[in-house]
Nanobody, 120 residues
């Protein structure tokens, strides 16, 4: 079994910063990529950022220059540093992992989500 656990969400004022983390645990053989998605009420879940095992990154246009995704491969952990936060960044943020389990089965796993609220 594989679990992804997010942390670091909270309430922050516009222009502030938050750092999200997501730790993957369980029967993991290797991780191809990890990413962050977000979903606001009434909206579709959207990709925020993704990072591959080799360190390549990609970002949604709306967060480029403000968010930074990184990872600690040894700890199977991915981070999302969010700076210059805007009210429109308010959403539940979900960690996603494309990985291969110890029995060599490739699967996509999701975390439970962490709330990020940007408001005055």
């Amino acid at each position: 079994q594989v679990q992804l656990v997010e942390s670091g969400g909270g309430l922050v004022q516009p222009g502030g910063s938050l750092r999200l983390s997501c730790a993957a645990s369980g029967r993991i053989f290797s991780i191809y990529a990890m990413g962050w998605y977000r979903q606001a009420p009434g909206k579709q879940r959207e990709l925020v950022a993704v990072i591959t095992s080799g360190g390549s990154t990609n970002y949604q246009d709306s967060v480029k220059g403000r968010f930074t995704i990184s990872r600690d491969n040894a700890k199977n952990t991915v981070f999302l540093q969010m700076n210059s936060l805007k009210p429109e960044d308010t959403a539940v943020y979900y960690c996603n992992a494309d990985l291969i389990t110890i029995d060599y089965t490739r699967r996509v796993y999701w975390g439970q989500g962490t709330q990020v609220t940007v408001s005055s």
